[in-house]
């Protein structure tokens, strides 16, 4: 069966398996201090104009969130995020789990507005009552979204802006960065990104590599002792060159990129199946997750076919199903794709 | 100057300290297992119609809700609040400390809607991907509410009734109960609390105690070893007996109903002088909190000689703000008010 | 029954409960910024002649002990504490609640020696392995230990300069720290005990009052928000006068050091009668806690006619066990107990 | 440089890498639910002839430690260990971050003996004031343990009695569990293991796997909501396939074994080796790591040329260091080791 369950339904790239092989029988140091890892953070660096980076890699993207998250955030402090946001939905209460509150803002699209963003920040400080309230200590943001949307450069200016304007660091949860830089029409690059979040994550795991997320900290901002509040919370692993390898070869002749083009352009494809099809869309997502509402009666006869992701209950007659392209996507899935459509279009 | 900032301004009632003072020379064993914690704990079940409730008595209201809240929900499980709720706005994140989520939901001047609360719990298992999420294994409620209200007892009974049906107890946050149990016009008793209710706390702080909750376990539901949990939350009494004499007090001659009625009676006659007055109420509160609106120089003129409470910025001229009675207000307290205000109202 | 169970058998001080009385009606600001605690904060820097101490007021011992540490160690140490500790034995693992690890250490009679404590912070950076271990980041003492002994001016010195060397501070737990500081043959003062270390606490439970300790920051070392941090584990009184106006009568008229005279006194006399009667001491305490050792029999008739503690059985024949006195003994109590030992001795 | 470091220095062993390779471009659903790690448990209820284990895989040891320990103990509960164990020691504080104390007994060469677990298990519940302790929740041991060293049948069967009498769970961390059981003259196997033990985990990163373990409930004891835990805790990972795969390779053709077996062959050969050279050993241990004591100068010249282990200063000339022997280690490895140790004897 076909699937455009999640971007994350194969293993890795040929590419970086391969350099799993070849590397496999050195003996290297754990911990991530083997030569691997450092050649990925120094081509990660150099791929992100920022030479004094400081980068560690972790196996996940909710485990790279909660060390992160609780390794930055001081005792009185929560974090800002979308009420939409994967830390406030689908992490089962992992950062709460660290002793911090998730700031819940409302959200367009999955993204936070600036302007809410800082009338929330304004009215905490005006509120008389507020040491006995949460601080708002840093804002997370997602990028792409979890509805596949995209932050522009303006946006993402004007919230690097107000954190700094309130000494807070501004965190984006790159799960799924390749695919959003690698966007039609996105005008904000890994530099960009760089320069304007204090900490932010590559994600791995869901564009190509088996598991890890490549975390940096653009300013000197690693918190003091790092490696040992990653152990702290069960995040560091023995074999620190599982994810240096990899991350070693996705930075590697342009291969991260390579894979986020390849997954835009099957998902450009994918929206146009479905606009062909007739079927509507949930919104308008310029990246590799396509949300459209299906019937009852399409999706038991797609279910039987296709692998795809239930997204949330539209009313009693409609869902909202997510589908999603990646590195791993091929032309004859979006053909075999399109074939049960129509049969489908016939049937219904 | 006058003060109606809050209903914890004085000390204690002076049938408490009387007591304190009375069997202040006594040798009794600490924590809570003196002769005063037990009579007192008889004296409430008696008045909750409770004859097997569990008692405990600790020292304050978030220190109650945070041992309550993270020893009974279990590891998977957050706690439903409204999105007002104390939990959820003035603890400074105590729930969150103990690694569990609170879920807010959207409010009706500070309750919770039983519609909202079934929908909630609908939608969560209707969800595929609830297991990624933070399941529902409390409703927390506060009667009276932040902003005064009262759930009447069809609302608290169809609330119950939902809790029940999802196997999931009801909490409700009493830090006010005495105030709320002798409103005009509710038809909530304190029996129904106990019937209603899985767990609840009746508050002596805010209801002419020094400081001490009375904390009621109403099924047989009381954690195992729950000394030991709230010793190690560092809440724990030493001499126990400071709860258990106020509480015994307290219980003693109808006297916490007594402080209710008092603070109700005045701040009925509050909300008259606001009516004469002129001063717009924010909501219709029947309890002991009344929230009027107030414009800047209003605000300016009577902080010189009255104390009340910020509450929000209602616009850029308008601010809300609150007056509270308690037992400690008297007939003095409301006619300088009302003659502040003619001041006031004259100037301005 | 007489009791010497413990030093907090009683309520307060008759001095202290004064005081509560005569302020009781006063309309006060809540969270301890009321005039009282302001008093009783500047009555506490001149006795400690540190006019710069910060100080807050908290309601109970494992209460400051657990706000304290959690707020001021970092995410990646635990404190140092004697095995025999109360943080490490009688606090229901409430220091691990928080997220952070006892490092327990050999104790001698309750105390840490100091050179035990340089061998391990040499030990500790000498390991390769240290990062992944819980970096030691406080040394907690108390003073009187557990055992009621005391440390001397010149080991309490040495302390102070390891950890300062380490840059680490030095926190002692003084839940009986008044009767330390009267203790016959002492050299260590309260001006002492500020100087050498960067936190302590003052006890007042076991020295007076009805709850309440104050907390002393030595060195503008204070946590940031240290409000919100303490509200953040519910161990901010709303009532703050509670605490404020008991210490202030505790500070006033030398009345904490004359309640600490009274109770090394009758634990003076105490000491005698043991003596007299031949009951072996466990160890040579010099504070207001004297351990006896009694045979199986002896503790049967004697636990009829007085309350005392267990402490460990020491062998299948020996019990050691616990008197204490207070501000609350009396020379009745002595004579009483001289008389029952007196009958005991006759029978046995 | 040729290494003995650990049992991690390698990557995957080719039987297992080859089977990630062959599987990496099937379309499998996430976190654990594909058809590998159906497979691979299958094969582990086999090999442990406990057909009812429940079974899920995690990243790493220290992860799977605070995983299971955390989600099994009670609020009011601890975790018995050995002084040295891995969680008490090297796992910078993980298990106390999750709010649970790690109670310290004493060892013998790495080892809990079944008389001072007794002993502690009756002191604690005879001791009055244990409610204000932390209780014993679970008894951690490492099989082998943290010095190689292994618990025979008897010892292991005593553990348990003792455990189930006081019905507390006995979780063996067997990160080394291959070496263990391979061990020449043990008489344990892996069907004692789940007889006798309520939860274990099978190590993979050092036995084999580039990343994973195999946690284990014996008796259908895996805590209820199981999966949600695992991601609350940062632990579940996307693509499950990573351990399933991996594990199924493990289990498959007696792989696990035969590594074990290697390794320990290699270790006795290396044991033998010191013997010849005449380095003294710390310890016996029977497993794949060897601790032999050095002298400063040995270290100096022997470091340039292999890679090993520092374990702890023994005095001022020597120090303890580990070899470990892996599925990795060759003959050659062997030889160059020995031929290093010679000319080392040989300038001396």
């Known amino acids: 069966m076909i699937s455009f369950e999640n971007d994350y339904v194969a293993g890795a790239h040929p590419q970086v398996l391969k350099r799993l092989m070849e590397t496999n029988l050195e003996s290297l140091s754990g911990y991530g201090s083997d030569p691997y890892s450092e050649s990925a953070k120094a081509k990660i660096r150099k791929a992100c104009q920022c030479p004094d980076a400081e980068i560690e890699f ?3 993207g909710t485990q790279t969130n909660l060390v992160v998250i609780s390794s930055v955030l001081r005792d009185w402090e929560g974090v800002i995020a979308a009420k939409t946001g994967h830390i406030n939905v689908h992490e089962a209460g992992a950062i709460e789990y660290t002793g911090h509150k998730v700031l819940a803002l409302p959200h367009k699209e999955g993204k936070i507005e600036p302007e809410a963003l800082k009338n929330y920040l304004e009215s905490f400080y005006a509120d008389e009552t507020y040491p006995h309230m949460v601080f ?9 979204t979890e509805y596949g949307t995209l932050y522009s450069l303006k946006e993402l200016t004007q919230l690097s802006e107000i954190c700094r304007s309130y000494h807070i ?8 960065l390749g695919y959003g830089l690698m966007s039609n029409g996105t005008d904000v690059t890994l530099p960009d990104v760089a320069r304007l979040c204090d900490i932010f994550y ?3 795991t869901k564009v190509g590599a088996l598991c890890g997320e490549a975390l940096v900290f653009t300013s000197g901002n690693m918190p003091q002792n790092f490696i040992t509040s990653i152990k702290k919370r069960g995040a560091l692993l023995a074999k620190g060159r599982l994810c240096g390898v990899q991350f070693d070869a996705l930075f590697s002749d342009d291969l991260y990129f390579e894979i986020g083009r390849h997954a835009i352009s099957t998902s450009e494809e994918l929206k146009n199946i479905f606009h062909r099809k007739g079927i509507p869309f949930y919104l308008e997502s310029p990246t590799n997750q396509q949300f459209v509402i299906l019937t009852g009666s399409q999706m038991e006869v797609l279910k039987r076919q296709v692998r795809f992701s239930f997204w949330e209950k539209l009313d009693n007659e409609h869902t909202v199903v997510r589908f999603a392209t990646s590195w791993s996507t091929t032309e004859d899935d979006l053909e075999y794709l399109e074939k049960i459509l129509s049969f489908e279009s016939a049937r219904s």
Do not use: E
């Open 136 to 144: 708002p200590g840093m804002v997370y943001i997602s990028h792409p």
């Open 202 to 204: 590559i994600g791995g």
């Open 58 to 60: 972790l196996a996940g």
């Open 169 to 176: 660091p501004l965190y984006m949860d790159g799960a799924r």
